[in-house]
């Protein structure tokens, strides 16, 4: 019982001296739901647009050098029992060559577009950090917390989500900036002339 009343008497003492020690800060914060940034954002869909259309390309290479390959392998089949045995190995093993070939030329291109397509990924989320940065000190929040993919915020309420006015202001910065290029590039041009 005594240890009771002990631990009471502390509970109240600490909420009292707690009382006491003055003003308690209010944080604004707000959160950025990433993933739902990232599938809204102009800039990111441009560059996984890019990114397909140069996967397609280099596709249709790859395709066609498969089919190829895939002619070749039928044609093997049927002339294996009328060219005989030794020749049947030696086109064999060419053919596996071949085909290790493809894929190794496959895995290159993916590895190649995985590669390019990541370096502008990450150069894309740096640029947004800096720009979620001035966002918070602009509008005065204490802490902006990221959900999506890598969240940070298990819980909030709506009301502190920003993520649709983060959205727009990525966007519009990205058609400013792309403005400001066209702009450049037709001053350059005017200038050759």
């Known amino acids: 019982m005594s240890k009771k009343i002990i631990a009471i008497l502390a509970l109240s003492v600490s909420i009292i001296s707690c009382n006491q020690t003055g003003t308690t800060k209010e944080f604004k914060t707000a959160y950025v739901d990433t993933s739902k940034l990232m599938e809204e954002s102009t800039e990111a869909k441009d560059i996984e647009e890019k990114y397909k259309s140069k996967a397609e390309e280099m596709g249709a290479e790859l395709k066609a050098e498969a089919a ?3 002619n070749e ?5 049927k002339n294996a029992m009328a060219n005989g045995q030794a020749w049947a190995q030696q086109k064999g093993a060419e053919l596996q060559q071949r085909e290790q070939q493809l894929q190794y030329a496959q895995q290159g291109m993916l590895q190649q577009l995985q590669g390019e397509s990541g370096v502008e990924m990450d150069s894309l989320v740096t640029k947004y950090k800096r720009i979620f940065k001035e966002f ?3 509008k005065g ?3 902006v917390f990221g959900t ?3 969240a940070t915020v298990l819980y909030a309420k709506e009301s502190y989500d920003i993520t649709k006015e983060l959205i727009k202001l990525v966007n519009d910065k990205y058609k400013s900036e792309a403005k400001n290029e066209e702009k450049t590039t037709t001053k350059k ?4 002339k």
């Open 148 to 150: 999506g993919e890598a």
């Open 189 to 192: 041009e005017e200038a050759k």
């Open 73 to 77: 392998a039928a044609n093997f089949k």
């Open 141 to 143: 929040y204490d802490y």
């Open 68 to 70: 190829k390959f895939e």
């Open 136 to 138: 918070g000190k602009d």
